[in-house]
């Protein structure tokens, strides 16, 4: 069926250190890879996303790597900082007759501590 | 330009009653969709509209229903509210449906 696993759904780490967060998708057709943030009390905004055709994008202290291979795709956040703390969402948007649906990761809460 | 607008921003129900929530998607945007957030079950994906569409639907018991107009807002309706029905529903508007989401600032539906 359609899913997305995303790991590890809490996450702290030093001001200054790199976050990894990861996710796996079910289906070998997704073409769209979006990464969304959301600080508390506020809704979710689109941070960067990838396509299938590329297997690295970065965006100044922020990269996502898409393996289509293993179904896996990954958000690098480098230089943490206080605001970076919020829970992250990865997703996959589905393919064929589902083209335009978006399916989210559970979470990942990142906590920076000073 | 204006983001998505969503109304009301909170609700407060009874159980057994219905509800209508409503969202205005960005300005060209045609796509509409929306997803109940839950602290136990992430962003869920209810449907999703274009030019007056359901293009897609997801797991939710026919209680959930919605529509869109010619100009592009949606709406969305709950019938015979349940308990478990309490979310933050968030509505999403994209260009064509194959881009990223911008999201609305939700409706906080609380049933009691």
């Known amino acids: 069926g359609e899913n997305v696993e995303q790991h590890p759904s809490t996450l702290s780490v030093q001001e200054g250190d790199s976050a990894v967060i990861k996710c796996t998708y079910s289906?070998?057709?997704?073409?769209?890879f979006p990464w969304y943030k959301q600080e508390l009390g506020k809704r979710p905004q689109l941070i960067i996303d990838i396509r299938s055709n590329v297997g690295e994008k970065k965006d100044q202290r922020i990269a996502v790597t898409l393996n289509k291979t293993a179904k896996h795709f990954s958000l690098h956040i480098t230089e943490t900082q206080p605001e970076d703390s919020a829970v992250y969402f990865c997703a996959a948007r589905m393919a064929g007759s589902s083209a335009s649906k978006i399916i989210f990761g559970s979470g990942t809460r990142l906590s920076i501590r000073p | 330009k204006a983001g998505v607008t969503q109304t009301p921003r909170y609700l407060i129900k009874t159980r057994g009653q219905q509800v209508t929530l409503s969202c205005s998607p960005i300005?060209?945007?045609?796509?509409v969709s929306w997803y109940q957030q839950t602290p136990g079950q992430g962003l869920q994906f209810l449907f999703e509209y274009f030019s007056e569409t359901q293009r897609n639907k997801g797991n939710f018991p026919g209680r959930f229903s919605g529509r869109q107009f010619s100009n592009s807002r949606s709406e969305m309706n709950v019938s015979t509210l349940e308990l478990g029905d309490s979310a933050l529903y968030l509505c999403?508007?994209?260009?064509?449906?194959?881009?990223?989401?911008?999201f609305g600032s939700g409706t906080r539906l609380t049933v009691v």
């Open positions: 300005s060209g945007h045609r796509s």
């Open positions: 289906d070998s057709a997704s073409n769209y």
């Open positions: 999403a508007s994209s260009f064509g449906g194959q881009d990223g989401y911008t």
